[in-house]
């Protein structure tokens, strides 16, 4: 099976860093993707990580270390926008199991 | 043209009654998905159709049965639901099921009720 740990809730102030860590227990392990999910929206994907090591995507960035079974998504320069939940999903098995997801809340 | 469609956007039905959900997607995409979302969860794999294929079935009741009539449209149908499968459901598709699953875009759900 597959188990995966994220924080519940994170909040921060516009302009500020956040960092939402993971951390899985996985049988068949291919990869870390990272989901953005909008109150009343679809997931949006945002990053994955097959290697160890950091991926940057504009304000995002995101790391995985599988020898630790961890990885963090880093949310630079924070907006309102940034308010949503965000997930991190292990691949294994051609599947996408989701962690429980963390709720960002980002205040002015 | 990044887009995955989905009717209807609510749904209300009762326990006897059949409905159907559609999804669509004209990216090329070969692997198409089933979840189920409740309020302040992550989605549920259901299904996971793979060239038209159904591939993987997450051992879902056979109240939902999935359809894939070609390879942009994706239906499932509903019968005689109980009032906790009250849910969204998405719908989402990815290049194909083994390379690129990880990356997946989703559709903006059918929001279910079941009275």
């Known amino acids: 099976g597959q188990s995966l740990e994220q924080p519940s809730e994170v909040t921060a102030v516009e302009g500020a860093i956040v960092q939402i860590n993971c951390t899985y227990q996985?049988?068949?392990?291919?990869?870390l993707s990272w989901y953005q999910q909008h109150d009343g929206g679809a997931p949006t994907f945002l990053s994955y990580?097959?290697?160890?090591g950091l991926e940057e995507t504009g304000r995002f960035s995101s790391f995985l270390s599988r020898s630790d079974s961890y990885g963090y998504l880093l949310l630079q320069e924070l907006q309102m926008k940034d308010s949503a939940s965000y997930f991190c999903a292990v691949i294994g098995y051609s599947t996408l199991t989701f962690g429980k997801g963390t709720m960002l809340l980002v205040s002015p | 043209d990044t887009e995955v469609t989905q009717t209807p956007k609510h749904l209300v039905m009762g326990m006897t009654n059949k409905k159907s959900l559609k999804c669509e997607q004209h990216m090329g995409h070969r692997a198409m998905y089933w979840y189920k979302q409740k309020a302040k969860k992550p989605p549920e794999l259901m299904f996971v159709?793979?060239?038209?294929?159904?591939?993987i079935n997450e051992s879902v009741p056979s109240r939902f049965s999935p359809e894939c009539p070609n390879s942009s449209l994706l239906n499932l149908h509903l019968h005689a639901l109980q009032p906790e499968d009250s849910a969204l459901y998405l719908c989402a598709s990815s290049q194909d099921r083994d390379g690129s699953s990880y990356e997946q875009y989703f559709g903006p759900g059918t929001r279910l009720t079941v009275t």
């Open positions: 159709y793979s060239y038209e294929k159904l591939s």
């Open positions: 996985t049988s068949g392990f291919y990869g």
């Open positions: 990580n097959a290697l160890d």
